[in-house]
């Protein structure tokens, strides 16, 4: 893939608003270059006193109206091309954030949200920049630069051929400063991502750090993450800083050599002074192209190492995909088989899962019990398609998970886990998260359902109440409940609860899980929990243990077998007791 693949696409959509901005462009230079012949014309008829008051004053006219002429001009190739370089920066900042949404779990895992931060704001407006100034620098460089010898030549051209001498310099010079400029480029972005990476992180556990009272250590590892992105940019800036002058060094030798040589041929009379002046302003006009060879190469280089990073993101291809989706399948009923399903993490980690099968009809309630560890979670993340699993382990009404559309997988079976996540928004949107268009008096029924209603109508603002990021304002079985509202308002074929009441008293659980079980007796629940006692009601439980599934049976009979699940049901009721002595 070449750097600006990803770009071409959008400059080929707005062709047309580029070109014209061109034109526009092309229109001011032609303005700005008919400026010094205006000039020369003027001051050589000074000089011969051909020329009265009445013409004075219409140049002056002439001048006003080339002056108003840039000004309208300029306006409108910044509206066209500048605009259309914020444009260009929505659409990659839309296709960066979709190609997000279909990466894997795994990408997420390994990879940090101060780098993403970093991609989506600092890269992306350095790309704007090229092709928004840049592009305009780029196309101003080529037209004056030419347009401007090809005057200098009429007036004079061995004069031309003197004053350009010192100028094949110039691509040396940024050929040199150009590499640098691009490894410096990318050191920046590197340490400017630790840097957001760091700060989010200290701002998102500012609670543990008052808790704990480590704000003077946090500050001090924010300090130094931020004295080395101060470092990379002052190394950045002092490159720039040798750059930029010395290319102002190269065009000002120019403008000596024009001066000397220039002033004999004119005392000489080899020259006019109209035309002497003409060609100085005109070599004037050729500094601002030649300095701004120097801002390009900057925006150039800053912009293709951004590219470049966004570009390995946008190489990354999801773990997980529908490839091998079936289109026929349309709806599931929730009947969920499991075959000899054996799983690691990796090659060198030890098996989560050693040979494991599982059948559950639709319409029936299974509990997952097992000691922390011993792999819930993870047998909930295969059937859900967040970790894949192995081909021919996992069926879905007798689809093999992979054949399944994900968009079908997750409208049907949806999944609350323990650690909750709700955005900066009020309560009621929360809630219609999974259904937009839901009514209030849905979401209210959902409230009730998920025993937060009542709570939820004690706030100033009841269901309009914002819970600020990730909902900080409410408690963790607030949060909980809130997420289980969510979930229940899109009426799923399959509702997953992994440990999703952990933050609430067990009197609250029992009733939420009894009367779950209840609503749905039709359809398929899977419940997580570490209180065995909420789970009685379930028509199958399975016990982990080390890898396997080690007993299976309803509540009866497994209290009746006298193994691993009874002795946890021994083990709760006596922490019960002695958390009620306690109290």
């Known amino acids: 893939m070449r750097t600006f693949d990803s770009v071409i696409p959008y400059l080929k959509k707005s062709i047309l608003r580029i070109s014209i901005g061109i034109v526009t462009l092309i229109l001011v230079d032609v303005v700005q270059l008919a400026i010094p012949k205006v000039m020369q014309y003027t001051i050589d008829h000074l000089q011969a006193k051909t020329i009265g008051y009445r013409g004075l004053m219409w140049i002056g006219l002439i001048l006003l109206g080339l002056a108003l002429s840039i000004m309208v001009l300029r306006y409108f190739w910044r509206v066209l091309v500048i605009g259309n370089a914020f444009r260009i920066e929505k659409h990659l900042r839309e296709d960066f954030y979709t190609h997000l949404l279909t990466l894997s779990q795994n990408y997420f895992n390994r990879s940090k949200i101060g780098d993403l931060m970093a991609h989506a704001t600092n890269d992306l407006n350095s790309v704007r920049m090229l092709f928004g100034i840049g592009f305009i620098i780029v196309s101003d460089i080529i037209l004056m630069t030419i347009a401007t010898f090809a005057f200098m030549f009429t007036i ?75 470092k990379q940019n002052i190394k950045m800036a002092q490159l720039s800083g040798v750059f930029r002058p010395f290319m102002g060094y190269i065009v000002s030798l120019s403008i000596i050599i024009t001066l000397y040589f220039g002033g004999r041929a004119a005392i000489r009379g080899d020259i006019s002074l109209g035309g002497f002046i003409a060609f100085f302003q005109y070599l004037g006009m050729l500094v601002w192209p030649m300095i701004a060879i120097g801002w390009i190469v900057d925006m150039y280089q800053r912009g293709t190492a951004s590219m470049k990073r966004l570009n390995a993101i946008f190489a990354q291809m999801p773990e997980i995909d529908d490839s091998a989706a079936d289109p026929r399948i349309k709806r599931l009923e929730g009947n969920i088989g499991i075959r000899n399903l054996s799983f690691a993490y990796r090659e060198d980690l030890d098996p989560v899962f050693k040979g494991i099968s599982v059948n559950m009809e639709g319409g029936k309630t299974l509990a997952v019990v097992g000691q922390t560890g011993c792999g819930k979670t993870t047998l909930i993340e295969l059937l859900t398609r967040i970790y894949e699993p192995p081909p021919q382990t996992v069926f879905i009404d007798g689809h093999e998970l992979r054949t399944i559309p994900l968009n079908v997988l997750r409208r049907d079976l949806i999944m609350v886990p323990q650690d909750i996540f709700l955005f900066s928004d009020t309560i009621a949107n929360n809630i219609r998260l999974g259904k937009p268009q839901a009514t209030d008096a849905e979401v209210l029924e959902a409230a009730h359902l998920a025993q937060i209603y009542d709570e939820v109508m004690e706030f100033d603002n009841q269901f309009e109440t914002m819970v600020g990021e990730r909902g900080m304002t409410l408690s963790g079985g607030q949060k909980q409940r809130v997420a289980i509202a969510r979930a229940l308002l899109t009426s799923p074929r399959m509702l997953i609860l992994d440990d999703a009441l952990s933050a609430v008293d067990t009197k609250t659980e029992r009733y939420i899980l009894e009367r779950l079980i209840e609503i749905r007796k039709d359809l398929t629940t899977i419940i997580i929990a570490h209180r065995i006692s909420s789970l009685q009601h379930a028509d199958n439980i399975i016990v982990i243990h080390h890898g396997v599934i080690a007993e299976s049976g309803n509540h009866r009979d497994l209290i009746s077998q006298e193994g691993i699940y009874c002795d946890l049901v021994e083990k709760q009721k006596i922490r019960a007791r002695l958390d009620g002595e306690s109290q």
């Open 156 to 230: 004079n051209w061995r004069l031309t051929l003197l004053a350009v001498i010192p100028l094949p310099v110039l691509s040396f010079t940024i050929a040199y400063f150009g590499k640098k400029m691009h490894r410096m480029f990318a050191k920046v972005q590197e340490s400017f991502a630790t840097l957001s990476g760091k700060v989010q992180e200290s701002i998102s556990g500012i609670r543990v750090v008052k808790a704990f009272v480590q704000e003077k250590e946090e500050l001090t590892k924010v300090d130094e993450v931020s004295l080395d992105y101060v």
